[in-house]
Nanobody, 124 residues
Framework: QVQLVESGGGLVQAGGSLRLSCAAS????????MGWFRQAPEKEREFVAA????????YYADSVKGRFSISRDNAKNTVYLQMNSLKPEDTAVYYC?????????????????WGQGTQVTVSS
């Protein structure tokens, strides 16, 4: 099975950018469809972005479309979430997740493996 470790979170001003990394070990990321989710205080964990297993297709939540981008580096066995034009409402703990399903999946219950999360705070 795969282990996932997120990094790259932090405090940033509105309009700024961050790049989150999700380093995988145990198995290659190309074995999985990958997703990013986030959870703000007192809210449910919500879908942010996902990539199909072959890496050719991506899908985004409407709230981040045009601002966030998911990508994968097979050589580094790492998945990234580039976040631009950040807004205070993007403040949350961001989680990387993996599923053995092939296609893009927006349902958090379909993901078998999760990282521990990284905090992103956007100040106004």
């Amino acid at each position: 099975q795969v282990q996932l470790v997120e990094s790259g979170g932090g405090l940033v001003q509105a309009g700024g950018s961050l790049r989150l990394s999700c380093a995988a070990s145990g198995r290659t990321v190309s074995t999985y469809a990958m997703g990013w989710f986030r959870q703000a205080p007192e809210k449910e964990r919500e879908f942010v972005a996902a990539m199909s297993r072959n890496g050719f297709n991506a899908y985004y939540a409407d709230s981040v479309k045009g601002r966030f981008s998911i990508s994968r580096d097979n050589a580094k066995n790492t998945v990234y979430l580039q976040m631009n034009s950040l807004k205070p409402e993007d403040t949350a703990v961001y989680y990387c997740a993996a599923t053995l399903r092939f296609w893009i999946d927006v349902n958090r219950r379909d993901y078998e493996y999760w990282g521990q999360g990284t905090q992103v705070t956007v100040s106004s």
